[in-house]
C-alpha cells in the first residue's frame, strides 16, 4: 500500500516542469518531458499557461515539441497548439507529417484554424487544405501526400539524385512511385530496387505495374485491409481519372484497424461506441454512449415480462416451472453470445462474408446440436432433483431436457442469420450486440419453454 | 436467386484448373490461380493430386507458387508442400522469408520435416532451424534473420556497395543495422539517410543509436505494441547480451495482433479462442471451445436457481415479484456486459491499466450511478402498473426502482474491479467473458432483490 498514485505522480512532475521552464533548464525539461510519456501523463501539457508554454517552446524547439503532440491524442494537441502563438504552433505544425497535421488541425477550433494555416508556409497549409477536403473516415481522409514520384524515362542514377531533393519532406521513400505527365501511377519500385541496380538502367525497367491502389472516397477500414491483406508498407490513393493523390502508411493502418476493432467490441459489448480515449472519456460521455441500448434492451425485456405474465397460470400450477426459466433462457442467451462474438469477427477480419451463410448457418447449427443435446440431456437429469408436487417427474425432466436442447439450436441460429442479414444490408453487424441477441433469445425462449411445457405437462 | 453458390464456382475452378495442368496451359493455370486467390478458395489446391502438383510447379515454377502458398494459412501450405517432391517443396520454401517458411514447416509433418530442411540450402534451413528453436507465441517466433547489418566505421557509399551484394536476401532495407564485431546492436539508420547523404559520411556519424529493441524471448504481443506505439516499420530483437539476433516486421505484426485481438473477443464472447480460421473450424472444434465455459456458466446457473428457490416463500405471497425477476438481473447483466467489453478492450490497447483502478472504478460507478438513476426511475414508474393484489402499489414500485439502481451500481463495481485485478494477477482479463459477468449478477441480483423486497414490502 506505498504506492504512489498516479495522480501524485502527476502532480510533482508538472510541478518539476512548471519550475524546469520558469529557469529555462532544457536538460530537466526534456527528461520530465519523456517521463510523463512514459507515464502515459502528456496531457498534463494542457495545464500549462500560454507563456509557459511560449518558454516550453523557446527551450525545446519546434522539432521535440512537434514529436511529444504526435503522441498525445488529436484534440489535446490541438488544445496545446490553440493556446501558443499563431506563428509557433505553425513551425510545430511544420514538423509533423502532414496527414497527422490535419487530424489535430481538425479538432482546433474553426475561429482559430485559419490563422493557423495561414501562419504555415504555403506548400504545406495548401497540402492540409487539400487533405481536409476528404471525409475524415475514407482513404483520403487518413493519407499522406508526402510521397515520391518520378517520372519513368529517369536512369536509376538520376533518380537517386533526383530523391535526394525531395525525400526530407517524404513520410516514407520505402516504395517510389512512378507517374506520368499527368500525375496518373504507371508502377512503383522500392527504393533498395533503384539503389541496388545498375546505374543505367531505366525506371521504367524498374518499377512493377501492377499495383494495387485504393479510390480516394473509399472507406478507410477497406484501405487498411487492402494494404494488410497485401503486406504492403505503403498503398497508393488515386482519384477517379488514375492521378496519384497521396500514400496511406502502414502506421496509420496500425490505428485504424486498432480503432475500428475497438468499436467492434464495444458494440457487441451493447454499448454504442465512444468517440474518445477511454481514460478520458467522462462519466456523461460513457453514460450517454450506454443509455441508449440500456433503454432498448430495457423495453425488450417488458415484453419478455408480458409474454412470461401470460404464463402466470401455468406457474401456479407449477411452481418450478417459473424457478427453472433463468436457467434455460440464460443457456440460450450464452449460445448466443458465444456465437455471435465469433461470427462477427469472423465477418470483420474477413473470414466470413454474407454469401458464405448457408456453409456458416450448416456449421452453426451442427455445434448448437451438440451442445444443445451435451447440455439438454444434463438439464435432464437435473430435471429429476426439482420438486415435482404438481407434475409428474419424467415429463418434468423432459420439458426441460427438450427446451435446452432447442433453445441452444435456436440461438445458434438466430445468432447466425441476424449478423449476416444485416451485413448483406450494408449494415455494421455489431449493432446486434450479444445483450441484443440474449433478448430475442429471452423472449422467443420463454414461449418455446411454455409451448412445450403445455404439450408435456399438463 | 440467380447466385452461383460458391461451391460451384469452387467446383468449376478446379475442374479448369486440372485441365489447364493437364494441357501445360500456363496463362489459363494462372489466371485461375489468380482467381482462386480473389475467392479466397486457394485451398483448393489440396485437392490436387501430387502428380498434378508436380506439373503446377513445373508450368508455374517456384518463386509464383510460393506467392501463393504464403497466402494460404500455414497448415493448408504444409499439406500441399507434404505432397511435392521434398527438392520441389525446397525451392518453393526458399522463396518465402524465412519467418514465414518457419510457420509453414512448424504445421509439417515432424516425419517429413528432416527431408525438406535437408533438400534445402544449407544456409537456408540453419536459418530456419534457427528461429524453430523459439517458442512460436515469442519475438523470436515471429522475427526473421533477414535483416541487414554493417559495421559502424563504413562510409556511407562503401555501405551501399555492401548492401547490394545482401540486399537480395533480406526482408526489408528500410532501416539498416549497425552492429559490432561480437553482433551487439550499436545503432540504426534508415537506407534513405544512407543514400541520400554525403558519400564520404561515416555509418557512425549517421546512425541513431537511442534505438528500441525487445528481447527474443519477450510474448509477442508485447513486441507487437512495441512496434505499433513507436510507430516503427521493423523492431530490432535481440538476445541476452545485446546481439542482433533478428527483427520483426510491421506485416508480422498486424498478423500478431489481429490474432491475439480475435482471441480477446471469442473469450469476451465466453468461449475459449479457436485455434483455426474460422471458416475452417469443424462443428467439433466450435464445439469444443464453447463447451466449457457453456457448462461453467450452466453450474452458476444453478446456484442462482438455488438461491431463487429459497425465496420461493416470497414468491407464493406475491407471485409478481417472480415475474419481475429476468428484467431486474437483466439489466444489471447488460451494464455489466457493456462496461467489462468497454475495460476489457481499453486495457489491451494499453488506454487503461491496473495502476488506473481507483480513477476507472471512480468513472465506472458515477457511470453506473447515472444509468441506475435512469433505469431506476423508470422502473419505479412502471412498478405501478402491475399487479399489486398481494402488495402495497408504492412499495413495490420503490422495491423494483430501487434493485435497478443498486443493481447497476453492483454491476458496474463488478465488471470494472474483476478484470482489474485478474490483469494485476497477470491472467488475461478478456477471460471474465459477458456472460460470466452478466451470472455473477444474476446470482447476487436475486439476493439484492429479494433484500430490498422483504424489507419494503412485507
New interface residues.
Given amino acids: 500500500m506505498l504506492?504512489t498514485?498516479?495522480?501524485a505522480v502527476e502532480a510533482s512532475l508538472l510541478v518539476g516542469l512548471r519550475q524546469a521552464v520558469a529557469a529555462g533548464d532544457a536538460i530537466v525539461a526534456r527528461s520530465l518531458a519523456a517521463r510523463m510519456l512514459e507515464e502515459?501523463a502528456l496531457a498534463l501539457l494542457e495545464d500549462l499557461q500560454p507563456a509557459e508554454l511560449s518558454r516550453l517552446f523557446a527551450i525545446l524547439g519546434d522539432e521535440s515539441l512537434a514529436q511529444l503532440l504526435a503522441r498525445l491524442d488529436d484534440r489535446d494537441a490541438a488544445g496545446i497548439l490553440s493556446r501558443m502563438t499563431a506563428a509557433q504552433a505553425a513551425d510545430i505544425l511544420e514538423e509533423i507529417d502532414p496527414d497527422d497535421a490535419t487530424d489535430i488541425l481538425e479538432e482546433v477550433d474553426p475561429d482559430l484554424l485559419e490563422g493557423l494555416l495561414v501562419a504555415m508556409e504555403p506548400d504545406e497549409a495548401a497540402e492540409i487544405r487539400d487533405l481536409m477536403s476528404y471525409p475524415p473516415e475514407s482513404a483520403g481522409g487518413i493519407m499522406t501526400p508526402a510521397f515520391v514520384a518520378i517520372s519513368p524515362g529517369l536512369r536509376a542514377d538520376q533518380a537517386?539524385v533526383a530523391?535526394?531533393r525531395v525525400?526530407?519532406e517524404a513520410e516514407t521513400?520505402?516504395y517510389v512511385y512512378v507517374v506520368d505527365r499527368e500525375e496518373r501511377l504507371l508502377g512503383v519500385l522500392s527504393?533498395?530496387a533503384l539503389?541496388?541496380t545498375r546505374p543505367t538502367t531505366l525506371v521504367r525497367d524498374l518499377m512493377i505495374s501492377d499495383i494495387v491502389t485504393v479510390p480516394v472516397l473509399a472507406d478507410q477500414e477497406d484501405a487498411a485491409r487492402i494494404l494488410?491483406d497485401h503486406?504492403?508498407?505503403a498503398l497508393p490513393v488515386v482519384d477517379l481519372e488514375g492521378r496519384l493523390v497521396g500514400i496511406i502508411t502502414?502506421?496509420d493502418?496500425?490505428d485504424v484497424?486498432?480503432a475500428e476493432?475497438?468499436e467492434?467490441?464495444?458494440r457487441?459489448?451493447?454499448?454504442q461506441p465512444?468517440s474518445e480515449?477511454?481514460?478520458r472519456?467522462?462519466?456523461?460521455l460513457?453514460?450517454r454512449k450506454?443509455?441508449v441500448?440500456?433503454?432498448v434492451?430495457?423495453m425488450a425485456?417488458?415484453v419478455?415480462?408480458e409474454i412470461?405474465?401470460s404464463y402466470?397460470g401455468d406457474?401456479?400450477r407449477a411452481?418450478v416451472l417459473?424457478?427453472?426459466?433463468?436457467?434455460l433462457?440464460?443457456?440460450g442467451?450464452?449460445?448466443g453470445?458465444?456465437?455471435?462474438?465469433?461470427?462477427?469477427?469472423?465477418m470483420s477480419?474477413g473470414?466470413?462474408?454474407p454469401?458464405?451463410i448457408?456453409?456458416?448457418l450448416r456449421?452453426?447449427l451442427?455445434?448448437g446440436l451438440?451442445?444443445g443435446l451435451?447440455?439438454g440431456v444434463?438439464m435432464y437429469g437435473?430435471g429429476f432433483f426439482y420438486d415435482q408436487s404438481d407434475v409428474d417427474a419424467r415429463a418434468l425432466a423432459l420439458t426441460v431436457g427438450s427446451t435446452v436442447l432447442i433453445l441452444t439450436v435456436w440461438a445458434a441460429g438466430v445468432a447466425t442469420v441476424l449478423p449476416i442479414t444485416l451485413s448483406k444490408l450494408r449494415i455494421d453487424p455489431a449493432v446486434v450486440?450479444?445483450?441484443f441477441i440474449?433478448?430475442i433469445i429471452?423472449a422467443t425462449g420463454v414461449v418455446i419453454y411454455f409451448t412445450i411445457a403445455r404439450a408435456l405437462l399438463f
Fill in positions: 504506492e498514485s498516479p495522480a502515459d537517386v530523391l535526394r525525400a526530407e521513400v520505402n527504393l533498395h539503389v541496388l494488410t503486406d504492403l508498407l502502414a502506421d493502418v496500425a484497424i486498432e476493432t475497438t467492434d467490441i464495444e457487441l459489448g451493447g454499448s465512444l480515449p477511454y481514460l472519456a467522462s462519466p456523461f460513457l453514460f450506454r443509455v441500448w440500456l433503454f434492451l430495457f425485456q417488458f419478455t415480462i412470461y405474465s402466470e406457474i401456479r411452481a417459473g424457478i427453472l426459466v433463468p436457467i433462457i440464460g443457456t442467451g450464452n449460445v453470445s458465444q456465437t455471435v462474438s465469433t461470427i462477427i469477427r469472423a477480419v473470414e466470413a462474408e454469401r458464405h448457408l456453409r456458416i456449421k452453426e451442427i455445434t451438440g451442445l451435451t447440455m444434463l437435473r450486440s450479444a445483450p440474449t433478448s429471452d
